[in-house]
């Protein structure tokens, strides 16, 4: 089992729409989550955290973290054609000095 | 400096040369890391410093491939007798610590030809 895993294909959303993305992992001892978008041909960069269950909100973006079912997603509301872009779920374990990154769901936003 | 700062930004190279790729971390940022990503992949984890401990080299994925971080601060990954399975972009964060999100540099593209 990978350790991090997003299964969805290619996620075509029509703007305004909400877009909903998944992510599983396989540490159950995993602490630390992050969301990271990454345009074509550009690095990712940082656009949520998360350390504990629940919901965390900023802006359009919420993160949503359930660590007894080990899974961790992120909704965009309000779709723009600017979020279009590949968005990668990455995990972090206490004592693992590195993130481990999924291999990432690409959001089409459709005008 | 205010980002992560990587250099060159594209190098091609003749397959059998050696490569260089330097990265100058964010002030301050204790945690240095080098990934790599090939077309259409996720990021693979190569090496990760923090401070003055010993690197965690885990992730190199032969022993063609060796980084340093001298002072502290700049990095260089070297790669010898570069191989066509060497192309990628090769990305790196710094970070103040391996429980924080990454910054990561706009990355080096390596074209092994």
């Known amino acids: 089992q990978?350790?991090?895993?997003?299964?969805?294909?290619?996620?075509?959303?029509?703007?305004?729409?909400?877009?909903?993305?998944?992510?599983?992992?396989?540490?159950?001892?995993?602490?630390?989550?992050?969301?990271?978008?990454?345009?074509?041909?550009?690095?990712?960069?940082l656009i949520m955290s998360i350390y504990s269950n629940g919901d965390k909100e900023d802006g359009r973006f919420t993160a949503q973290l359930n660590k007894a079912s080990q899974y961790v997603s992120l909704l965009i509301r309000d779709s723009q054609p600017s979020d279009s872009a590949t968005y990668l779920c990455a995990v972090t374990t206490y004592g693992n000095n590195r993130l481990a990154f999924g291999k990432g769901n690409q959001v089409v936003v459709i005008p | 400096?205010?980002?992560?700062?990587?250099?060159?930004?594209?190098?091609?190279?003749?397959?059998?040369?050696?490569?260089?790729?330097?990265?100058?971390?964010?002030?301050?940022?204790?945690?240095?890391?080098?990934?790599?990503?090939?077309?259409?992949?996720?990021?693979?984890?190569?090496?990760?410093?923090?401070?003055?401990?010993?690197?965690?080299?885990?992730?190199?994925?032969?022993d063609r491939f060796s980084a340093e971080r001298t002072g502290g601060s700049v990095s260089t990954l070297t790669i010898q007798r570069t191989q066509q399975e060497d192309s990628a972009v090769y990305l790196c964060a710094s970070s103040l610590g391996s429980v924080n999100g990454y910054t990561f540099g706009s990355g080096t593209r390596l074209t092994v030809v």
């Open chain 1, 2 to 45: 990978k350790e991090v895993e997003q299964n969805s294909g290619p996620l075509s959303v029509p703007e305004g729409a909400i877009a909903s993305l998944n992510c599983t992992y396989s540490d159950r001892v995993s602490q630390s989550f992050f969301w990271y978008r990454q345009y074509s041909g550009k690095s990712p960069e």
């Open chain 2, 1 to 62: 400096g205010a980002g992560v700062s990587q250099s060159p930004s594209n190098k091609v190279t003749e397959k059998g040369k050696d490569v260089e790729l330097r990265c100058d971390p964010i002030s301050g940022h204790t945690a240095l890391y080098w990934y790599r990503q090939s077309l259409g992949q996720g990021l693979e984890f190569l090496i990760y410093f923090q401070g003055n401990s010993a690197p965690d080299k885990s992730g190199l994925p032969s």
